[in-house]
């Protein structure tokens, strides 16, 4: 049975790696490249755009909910490059670091997302309370799209390092 601590670990992990309710309908690897793990960081950006700019072409949003449009993908923005930064930050320096200190840079990481997380968070429901009942149906179908994607995503990387044991 895994205690509470390791479940919320596993959780929050998944959370950021997995930003479903953040980034719906943004494939971070709409060329078959896998996104997490390789490289792909390089190219997240313009990725990030791309996806930002179908959502919103797809939402049809208006005048009146730019503002709000605006918000919503500035905070997905500093999250996603915050992410990729600290993530390439801990990479470089995992090597010199012990155990422990590995493991307390990794707590420092979810709780820098956590905060991005909740900055997001607001953004999305403040955008969310200016789309229609359609818009709000596109972004709901988007982001449960995005969700199975992100989840075969992790299925297909937990295989891989499990042919690679």
Known sequence: MKSPKLTYAITLTAALLIPALVVPSISFADDNTPA???K???KHKDRLEAGLARLKAELKITE???SAWQGYAHAIKEQR???WQERKEMRAEKSNLTAPERMDHRLEF???QEVYLEKTSVALKKLYHELTPEQREIF???EQAHEKRMADKMREM???KKNQE
């Open 36 to 38: 997490v793990g390789q």
């Open 40 to 42: 792909a960081h390089g």
């Open 64 to 66: 009146k909910q730019e």
């Open 81 to 83: 490059t915050a992410f």
């Open 110 to 112: 979810h709780k820098k």
């Open 140 to 142: 709901n179908k988007a």
């Open 158 to 160: 937990r295989e891989m």
